[in-house]
């Protein structure tokens, strides 16, 4: 019975919930600015490393780039599609035994984001920006799918979202 326990407690995962203490570093909100203005402007830009090789020439940070890449079009998504239910959560995932479930408004970072797609949307910017950006994030591929099938999107709720840390 033991080794029964132990092969089933190996397989355990465990998800904590934490809360980011750090502050976004200065100059982060001219960041997603410019990363928006790139993925809004230039759809050569949706391979991430095209993407990545754009915003480190324009001076990001390599180590921000992939953060950018990944919750700017999760910020528009929450932003263009609000009828839908969303979680307050998403898990930063670094192994199949380590998760941090994590709150979207307790990430500073996250935070400037849905800021900027929100000011960006206000500015009325033509469908095709919008799609450019929005279009990378896979909320809007399952969107898209669910409205192609007769849905309507606020029938739909979605999931804490994984966010992978590897």
Known sequence: MNLWNT?????????????????APEGYRDWVKLS???MSTDPATME???????????GIPEEEVKDLHLFIPIAFARTVYHQATWPAH????FSPKK???RKYT???????????ATL???AEPTT????????????YRLIQDLLAEGGEVWHLGFTETLIPRY
């Not at 998403?90 to 995932?93: L, M, N």
């Not at 307790?106 to 900027?116: L, W």
């Open 48 to 58: 991430f490393d095209v993407l990545k090789k754009s915003l480190i020439a324009r």
């Open 120 to 122: 960006f949307l206000d």
């Open 7 to 23: 092969l089933i407690g190996s397989l355990k995962r465990e998800i904590f919930d934490d809360q980011l203490d750090s502050e």
């Open 90 to 93: 998403y898990i930063d995932y």
């Open 106 to 116: 307790s990430n500073p970072r996250y935070v400037i984001m849905k800021e900027e």
């Open 36 to 38: 928006i203005e790139v």
């Open 128 to 139: 095709d920006q919008v799609l450019n950006v929005v279009q990378r994030s896979a909320e």
């Open 99 to 101: 998760q941090v479930r």
